[in-house]
């Protein structure tokens, strides 16, 4: 089955500054990549998916990049607030969803 | 439209008691899915279904039972509580075809001891 690893475990940032989680998986099947944004006593929330078929996709301050080849991917946020502080997971897909272990951001004001 | 609600919000239970957590949705989606949360394991899949009368094991199903009776729908019970299961349970749903897309619900705080 797909396994999804995440790093780093827990990053801060001062605000202004950018964020950068990375992510690998295993399947060459999983052809959706979401990024979900958990804040504190909620559910996680999709912000961001990136399908194999495309390299790059931008969302205002937040990008993904997808490597198919070597399997990696990344959720760059630029311009770091304060209500940017959350836990971020990665995930892949064929079916079911295989979530990584999550990365806490701070953001330092 | 409620999204995805779950009940209760905490419980404690004694080793070896059982409990039904609910989870409903009225967005009509066809896939839905339990997840537990643990401190540094990310979110681990317990069941999930893909429609009514259908559901699946995920990573860690061992303890857990659930059943898809409805669309709407979908519990999972405890049959014997233990002190593993201490944790924090999501369900989720997304329209069938598209699993990358899941709402979760605002989860189920539960303790055994």
């Known amino acids: 089955g797909e396994n999804v690893e995440q790093h780093p475990s827990t990053l801060s940032v001062q605000e202004g500054d950018s964020a950068v989680i990375k992510c690998t998986y295993s399947d060459s099947a999983s052809n959706y990549f979401p990024w979900y944004k958990q804040e504190l006593g909620k559910g996680p929330q999709l912000i961001i998916d990136?399908?194999?078929?495309?390299g790059e996709k931008k969302d205002q301050r937040i990008a993904v990049t997808l490597n198919k080849t070597a399997k990696h991917f990344s959720l760059h946020i630029t311009e770091t607030q304060p209500e940017d502080s959350a836990v971020y997971f990665c995930a892949a897909t064929n079916t079911p969803l295989v979530f990584g272990k999550g990365t806490r951001l701070s953001v330092i004001a | 439209n409620a999204g995805v609600t779950q009940t209760p919000k905490f419980q404690v239970l004694k080793t070896g008691q059982s409990m039904t957590l609910q989870c409903a949705q009225d967005m009509n989606h066809e896939y839905m899915s339990w997840y537990r949360q643990d401190p540094g394991m990310g979110l681990r899949l317990i069941h999930y279904s893909v429609g009514a009368g259908i559901t699946d094991q995920g990573e860690v199903p061992n303890g857990y039972n659930v059943s898809r009776s409805t669309t709407e729908d979908f519990p999972l019970r405890l049959l014997s509580a233990a002190p593993s299961q201490t944790s924090v349970y999501f369900c989720a749903s997304s329209k069938q075809g598209a699993y990358y897309e899941q709402y979760f619900g605002p989860g189920t705080r539960l303790t055994v001891t």
């Open positions: 990136i399908r194999s078929n495309v």
